[in-house]
Nanobody, 114 residues
């Protein structure tokens, strides 16, 4: 499966963005999906995930501000981001996983200005 992330861009602090990840095939067959991000000079970190199609986890820094959702009918994975801060600036990546199969999207840049 190929993943295409979109929706990134530049936004002022306090603003909102919604990222979307479109799968070329059936997302329903992947019980676990996630968004990660990587800021310059930092390691890739978990932003949010849906495990086994039902358990939702958020990174501590985004709790209460970001919402992850999946639409298996449309084969999409979204990340609604609000109250953005400059610390949210990063490249955001989506992935889907089934067992040992793990696929990554190409990333979409989010830049938050102060």
């Amino acid at each position: 499966v190929q993943l295409q992330a979109s929706g990134g861009g530049m936004v002022q602090a306090g603003g909102s963005l919604t990222l979307s990840c479109a799968a070329s095939g059936s997302m329903h067959s992947f019980p676990s999906v996630a968004w990660y991000r990587q800021a310059p000079g930092k390691q890739r970190e978990l932003v949010a995930s849906i495990i086994s199609a039902k358990i939702i986890n958020y990174g501590d820094s985004v709790k209460g501000r970001f919402i992850i959702s999946r639409d298996d009918a449309k084969n999409t994975l979204d990340l609604q981001m609000s109250s953005l801060t400059p610390e949210d600036t990063a490249i955001y990546y989506c992935n889907v996983q089934r067992g040992n199969l793990l696929y990554w999207g190409q990333g979409t840049q989010v830049t938050v200005s102060s």
